[in-house]
């Protein structure tokens, strides 16, 4: 495994994300200049990556919501501001995932494990409730025509089939709370599902206020 380090994203890092966001996402477009430089205007505590010697290799870009007004119903573009991250709320109890994405050729190393660990830094360091994401579901699509989307989950969660990024969630203590439709209805491989997943902190103390230090990494 390859000497990797987890941080802060930088505004310098910025080209090489959009460039590595369009090798993991061929068929969806990759994020602007602006709306990255915007998620870390916003919440530059909340923005990771992970490099070695060679590069940058991944990512992990979170808000901080107020999980009441979105638990219903959501899509990703409606929780993010389309990326811009506008919906973020400070006072909020929960980090929400907006994304974490890998090298195609660092995948299999431990690298997401890092990223998930990463957040699950942040989530203790500013005394948050839990995190909260909704996960693609990669392996629906070759499963769409014998299965309903709710089926295929409950088959990945007992165990009796992998999805790529379910399965790999659940593996992080990630707990499985429900399902999304229309999520990111350019995803093919979800046909546009999600999987809602929630790790909540063993340490979260509710008399203590969220704490929003300038850097935790």
């Not at 909260?132 to 014998?146: D, K, S, T, V």
């Not at 999987?195 to 929003?212: A, F, H, K, Q």
Request: aromatic content about 10%; glycine content about 8%.
């Amino acid at each position: 495994m390859p000497n990797v380090r987890v941080r802060h994203t930088r505004p310098e890092d910025i080209p090489a994300l959009i460039a590595l966001q369009a090798r993991v996402y061929p068929n969806i477009p990759p994020w602007s200049r602006r709306k990255l430089a915007e998620q870390l205007d916003v919440f530059p505590q909340g923005q990771i990556v992970a490099e070695t010697g060679d590069g940058l290799i991944g990512c992990a870009s979170a808000l901080i919501v107020s999980w009441d007004e979105w638990a219903e119903s959501h899509t990703w573009k409606e929780i993010t501001g389309a990326g811009t991250f506008e919906n973020h709320t400070p006072e909020g109890k929960t980090l929400y995932g907006a994304e974490v994405f890998v090298a195609p050729e660092a995948r299999g190393l431990g690298i997401g494990h890092q990223l998930y660990e990463g957040r699950r830094t942040l989530c203790r360091a500013m005394n948050l409730k839990r995190i909260i994401a909704c996960g693609r579901l990669p392996g629906y699509h070759e499963q769409a025509a014998e299965m309903t989307p709710e089926f295929y989950v409950q088959q990945v969660v007992c165990g009796d089939l992998h999805d790529p990024v379910l399965s790999f969630q659940l593996h992080e203590g990630f707990h499985y709370s429900g399902l999304v439709e229309d999520y990111l209805p350019e995803d093919t491989e979800s046909c546009g599902y999600a999987s809602i997943i929630v790790w909540l902190n063993p340490d979260y103390d509710p008399d203590r206020p969220t704490v929003i230090p300038e850097t935790i990494l």
